[in-house]
């Protein structure tokens, strides 16, 4: 059984950046494509971006070109880049990942094709 577990938010001020890390354990995850997803209070939770099995990156429209999502496969750890950072950014930022390996998830940007979640890492963005 896989466990993903976030890191790296915090409390920061508009216009800076954070680096968020997802590391996996239990199972490889250089066979699945990863996601990162967010839910502000209030709201569902939405897509963020998605990387596929060969590194094939998927952006939500409103944070592409701030966000950059990658992965290192030998640390078995996936990460998202945040710059520029808006308040409107707010949210708990989750990973996840799909039940199967080999399942071409990523380019759905669809939360119900993801089944193993983390716990969620806060991002808060003041104006």
């Known amino acids: 059984q896989v466990q993903l577990v976030e890191s790296g938010g915090g409390l920061v001020q508009a216009g800076a950046s954070l680096r968020l890390s997802c590391a996996a354990s239990?199972?490889?995850?250089?066979?699945?494509?990863m996601g990162w997803f967010r839910q502000a209070p209030g709201k569902e939770r939405e897509f963020v971006a998605s990387i596929s099995r060969s590194s094939a990156t998927y952006y939500a429209g409103l944070i592409e070109g701030r966000f950059t999502i990658s992965r290192d496969n030998a640390k078995n750890t996936l990460y998202l880049q945040m710059n520029s950072l808006k308040p409107e950014d707010t949210a708990v930022y989750y990973c996840a990942k799909p039940r199967f390996p080999f399942t071409p998830v990523a380019s759905t940007r669809d939360a119900a094709r993801f089944d193993s979640w983390g716990q969620g890492t806060q991002v808060t963005v003041s104006s």
């Open positions: 239990g199972q490889t995850i250089s066979n699945y494509d």
